[in-house]
């Protein structure tokens, strides 16, 4: 018996929808069968906490009397895109601050949301219209007009695990890599992750409203690196693959679902809490919903290969990963998540409490996104 | 404020020990915990934990060191800022001692001060500043 998006609101509104994590459909759909867990369950909430250093986000700071037109701008000693119109900007969360290496655009939006006070300086060119020359000053979040993030990709749909076979520690963006293989980090946060759950992309689309950094955001496009084409087992990639853009209001986020981190030896980036509902339209997706960490398999590649594709090891399940050690050639290695399984648990238990009270509705996808896309790679011409 | 502080203490001659551990709580106000307490020829050495005011324990380190006992703070251990640490996962891997764990079923992060070796491994894990070595 197939639902409609528009039932399941119905049901949302009235404060009588089923709701159940991702976690907990596993045992649901394993108990009961696709099909009557499909009768039973309106929507399937997911979620992910993890870096995302594809993550950035727009800001407009109002004008200045006189005005100015900011072509070169540090927030928090952060630089800021200086190529919009006056007064809008896009900080980057990879920009790293020029006095303080352990500090960048991550923490200027973490810092943001945290309801800080920040910096602002800007330089202009001062022109007929705009004739003031530069500004210091400095804002928080409620002082300017719009804040949201615009992050061109995020919520990968699995990803690999790191390891390092060389003889020196290795500091990558997959966290620190002991030598001769000691240690292994994986970042999908495996059967809760958004993706791994609708794998096909059959529900989630342009327009999908989502739980972002702990207010409402959505899905503005396909993230960049979209790839449909890599191999599957179970029905999930092995390996990253579909991506999505979100975009969402900082004004309504929570700093505690919006982190900046600062990865030893590879730069800053920013952790972001991540849950998209799925609704649950029929027994196929149901299914879907139920996918479990021993169905979802990740390769295991060597960083000390520093060429852009690096052999595969192994595959391991996140059962296996989750336990704390994987084996590979008759020794054990040790794990470690990198994302947050504890806050990826508290994302998915908070937009079920928000759907629960009917505080928030699900939508249809304005847009379908590509059932077929593969990545480019760039070469080297002279 | 009142801290807590670990330390090795070196003696010459054994019968040191009481009187020294008596003279912590009755001059200084210190709650001494002896962790482990080891003899051998050239004499023995002791590894407490004293629990007092600052002022105090600095005080009571001075006093200790002018009976000609060599003491050495066990100073450097791993402090992890509860409000900063976001349960990542990242330095437990990388923990020789397995003094960082993750609870498998609250996927929550946990510290055991006892095992750390003060080796410095999971400082450069930690992406968000939560991790430090403290004196
Ligand atoms: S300092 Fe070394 S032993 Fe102590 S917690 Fe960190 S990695 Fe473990
Ligand atoms: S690496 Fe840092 S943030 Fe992550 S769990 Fe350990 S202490 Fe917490």
């Not at chain 1, 700071?61 to 190529?83: C, K, Q, W």
């Not at chain 1, 992050?151 to 002991?178: E, F, I």
């Not at chain 1, 299914?287 to 060597?302: E, F, G, K, P």
């Not at chain 2, 709650?31 to 590894?47: H, Q, R, Y």
Request: contains cysteine; charged residues 25%.
């Amino acid at each position: 018996m197939a639902k409609t998006v528009s039932e399941i609101n119905e049901r949302i509104r009235s404060g009588k929808a089923v709701v159940y994590t991702a976690e907990e459909m596993v045992d649901i759909v394993r108990d009961k069968g696709a099909e009557k867990a499909a009768e039973e369950v309106d929507v399937v909430t997911t979620g992910t906490f993890g870096a995302m250093c594809s993550s950035g986000a727009f800001l407009n700071f109002g004008h200045s009397d006189p005005p100015l037109r900011m072509t070169n701008i540090r927030v928090n000693g952060v630089e800021a895109y200086g190529g919009l119109a006056a007064v809008d900007t896009y900080i980057g969360a990879t920009q790293v601050s020029e006095s303080d290496r352990t500090y960048g655009g991550g923490f200027v939006i973490e810092d943001l949301i945290a309801g800080k006070r920040v910096s602002l300086e800007a330089w202009g060119p001062g022109t007929d219209c705009y004739v003031r020359k530069n500004i210091k000053t400095s804002f928080t979040l409620d002082e300017i007009n719009e804040a949201y993030l615009f992050n061109p990709r995020n919520s990968y749909q699995n990803y690999g695990v790191a390891t390092n076979n060389s003889d020196r520690t290795l500091h990558t963006y997959m966290g620190k890599l002991l030598p001769r293989m000691k240690n292994a980090n994986y970042s999908s946060a495996g059967e809760l992750s958004p993706l791994l759950n609708d794998p096909h992309l059959e529900t989630i689309g342009v327009g999908t409203r989502i739980f972002l950094g702990g207010g409402e955001g959505f899905v503005s496009w396909q993230g960049t690196q979209f790839n449909t084409t890599v191999p599957e087992r179970n029905g999930v990639p092995v390996g990253g693959s579909r991506t999505l853009a979100l975009i969402g209001d900082m004004k309504q986020m929570s700093h505690r679902f919006v982190r900046g981190l600062d990865i030893y030896g590879y730069g800053i980036s920013l952790a972001i809490g991540i849950g998209i509902p799925i609704p649950v339209l029929n027994a196929d997706i149901a299914r879907h919903t139920a996918v479990s960490d021993a169905d979802i398999y990740a390769n295991l590649t060597d960083y000390s290969v520093t060429s852009r594709s690096r052999p595969t090891l192994a595959q391991y399940t996140y059962e296996q990963l989750k336990s704390g050690t994987i084996e590979y050639d008759g020794h054990s290695i040790r794990t470690s998540p990198l994302s947050s399984y504890r806050n990826a648990r508290i994302v998915a238990n908070t937009l079920k409490d928000w759907i629960e009270h009917g505080e928030f509705l699900l939508t249809e996808p304005v847009k379908k996104l590509p059932e077929e896309s593969s990545v480019k790679t760039l070469e080297i011409r002279e | 404020m009142s801290m807590e502080r670990k330390y090795k203490f070196q003696f010459n001659e054994l019968e040191m020990q009481s009187s020294v551990t008596y003279t912590l709580v009755s001059r200084f106000d210190i709650e001494p915990n002896i962790l482990k307490a080891e003899m051998d020829d050239s004499g023995g050495v002791l590894i407490l934990k004293l629990k007092g005011e600052e002022e105090n324990l600095e005080k009571a380190i001075d006093h200790v060191r002018s009976l000609g006992i060599s003491v050495m703070e066990l100073s450097k251990h791993i402090t992890r800022d509860h409000d900063r640490c976001i349960d990542c996962g990242s330095c437990v891997a990388v923990c020789p001692s397995k003094a960082f764990t993750i609870d498998r079923e609250s996927w929550e992060v946990h510290l055991n001060f006892e095992k750390c070796v003060a080796c410095g491994s999971c400082l450069t894990s930690c992406p968000t500043h939560a991790i430090s070595l403290t004196i």
